[in-house]
């Protein structure tokens, strides 16, 4: 069973920086692509980013692009959500997601973590 455990949310302010990650444990890392999602207050959950199995294809949400950075270290079993320019609307929770096609990872993945907590404050 894949399991997938975020970490490297916190409180920060507007302008910093902050760098996500998540392992990915029970099955072949390599094997998948992987996305990252928010879910801000009363809002619904919204792509931000995906990375293919190879990382030759990026793919970003509007509202992050130029600002967030997605990758990933199979070695590690590891994908990485660079954050820059933080804005107080990125606040959210920030999920990491995993799943064998490209195109399903950016909409509905197969597997989900449990979630870690961005605030930005102004």
């Known amino acids: 069973q894949v399991q997938l455990v975020e970490s490297g949310g916190g409180l920060v302010q507007a302008g910093d920086s902050l760098r996500l990650s998540c392992v990915m444990s029970?099955?072949?890392?390599?094997?998948?692509?992987m996305g990252w999602f928010r879910q801000g207050p009363e809002k619904e959950r919204e792509f931000v980013a995906a990375i293919s199995w190879s990382g030759g294809s990026i793919y970003y949400g509007d509202p992050v692009k130029g600002r967030f950075t997605i990758s990933r270290d199979n070695a590690k079993n590891t994908v990485y959500l660079q954050m820059n320019s933080l804005k107080p609307e990125d606040t959210a929770v920030y999920y990491c997601a995993a799943d064998t096609s490209f195109t399903r990872v950016t909409s509905r993945s197969t597997y989900w973590g449990q979630g870690t907590q961005v605030t930005v404050s102004s």
């Open positions: 029970g099955h072949t890392f390599s094997a998948y692509s």
